[in-house]
């Protein structure tokens, strides 16, 4: 099992930049594959971004994709998702989550808490 805790959201004006972290719990954290999803009021959760357990694969939603960017540090125990040229409708919830499946994974069985991004006009 892994307990994630993100963290780095805030307010923020468009075109500006946020790099949120999700620390995990635990001594197999190198075995999961990472995602981060957004949920904005209103609207479904939105997977966004992904990254595989050993960090030679990702994938991105067309709406970051160019913009944002996944990364990982496996001595960390760390997920990282660089976001620039942030945008008002980027405004959301931001949860990373872990999934024990293979990349890319249909299904995440962990999940932190979510931090709050905010972009102003």
């Known amino acids: 099992q892994v307990q994630l805790v993100e963290s780095g959201g805030g307010l923020v004006q468009a075109g500006g930049s946020l790099r949120l972290s999700c620390a995990a719990s635990?001594?197999?954290?190198?075995?999961?594959?990472m995602g981060w999803f957004r949920q904005a009021p209103g609207k479904e959760r939105e997977l966004i971004a992904a990254?595989?357990?050993?960090?030679?694969?990702?994938s991105y939603a067309d709406s970051v994709k160019g913009r944002f960017t996944v990364s990982r540090d496996n001595a960390k125990n760390t997920v990282y998702l660089q976001m620039n040229s942030l945008k008002p409708e980027d405004t959301a919830v931001y949860h990373c989550a872990a999934s024990t499946r293979d990349f890319p994974p249909e299904r995440y069985e962990y999940w932190g808490q979510g931090t709050q991004v905010t972009v102003s006009s």
């Open positions: 635990g001594r197999t954290f190198s075995s999961y594959a």
């Open positions: 990254i595989s357990w050993g960090g030679g694969r990702t």
